[in-house]
């Protein structure tokens, strides 16, 4: 899951670990029948049928709407995997992702707390000068979906902190549900990827000097880390 760039994200999730670690398409109608043609009236020269009632149309499922999912592919150092993104599962925070996915805020970034049987996260940038002109928060979403396997979440440090900081479950985590963890979108390809990142050096980079530091801290202390080579709009 993601955390705020601060230190104390790294606390909060951090006791989240101690405690630890889903609508229907409209059927079609079925078409009417057409309308059985009119009994003849006339003995010696029959009346030409009437042309058959017309069939209403099948009732089509519900569609999304154009652009409101779109899918983000990560290029990592285990392999690729993808995350579909929903705009209305929480859309500050979607808008957000898909912003610092533009800017290429991830291109580099490491994944600095794995913690198996909960969560990976990453979301602080390869030079710690993008990481601050990312700093300003974001509005909280209503949580709608429930961090599940795969679920992508804004990590926080409390109320309307989200930055850049993302986490991925991996497993349900549906105790976070009520703490405002809203997940904006599912790994849809590669959760095995997910699954393989690097875990040996579970939560011990301090979140300070990666905020300060970037990957000069990061590559020098911890040089098995897995990391992000690129991060795309499909």
């Known amino acids: 899951m993601t955390m705020s760039t601060h230190a104390t994200s790294f606390a909060l999730c951090a006791a989240l670990a101690a405690t630890l670690l889903t609508g229907c398409s409209k059927a079609p109608?079925?078409?009417?029948?057409a309308a059985q043609e009119r009994a003849q009236s006339q003995q010696q020269a029959p009346a030409p049928a009437p042309p058959a009632a017309p069939q209403e149309p099948k009732?089509?499922?519900p569609k999304e709407p154009a652009g409101s999912t779109f899918r983000v592919r990560f290029e990592t150092s285990k392999g690729p995997f993808?995350?579909?993104v929903h705009r209305d599962w929480a859309p500050i925070g979607a808008k957000q992702f898909e912003q610092l996915?533009?800017?290429?805020f991830y291109n580099?970034?490491?994944f600095f707390r794995v913690v198996p049987n909960f969560v990976v996260q990453f979301g602080l940038a390869a030079d710690p000068a993008v990481t601050k002109k990312w700093s300003t928060p974001i509005k909280d979403d209503p949580v709608l979906q429930t961090n599940r396997l795969g679920s992508v979440v804004f990590a926080t440090a409390g109320p309307n902190t989200r930055t850049t900081q993302l986490f991925?479950?991996?497993?349900?985590n549906q105790f976070l549900d009520s703490q405002g963890f809203a997940p904006?979108?599912?790994v849809v390809e590669g959760m095995n990827v997910v699954q393989s990142i690097y875990p040996g050096y579970g939560e011990t980079p301090d979140q300070g000097e990666i905020t300060s530091r970037g990957n000069a801290y990061l590559t020098a202390q911890f040089p098995k880390m897995d990391y992000i080579k690129t991060a795309t709009i499909e």
Do not use: H, Q, T, Y
């Open 108 to 110: 580099g970034a490491r």
């Open 29 to 33: 109608e079925p078409a009417k029948d």
């Open 82 to 84: 993808v995350i579909e």
């Open 101 to 104: 996915v533009k800017s290429g």
């Open 59 to 61: 009732a089509e499922a």
């Open 168 to 172: 991925i479950n991996l497993r349900s």
């Open 184 to 186: 904006f979108g599912m």
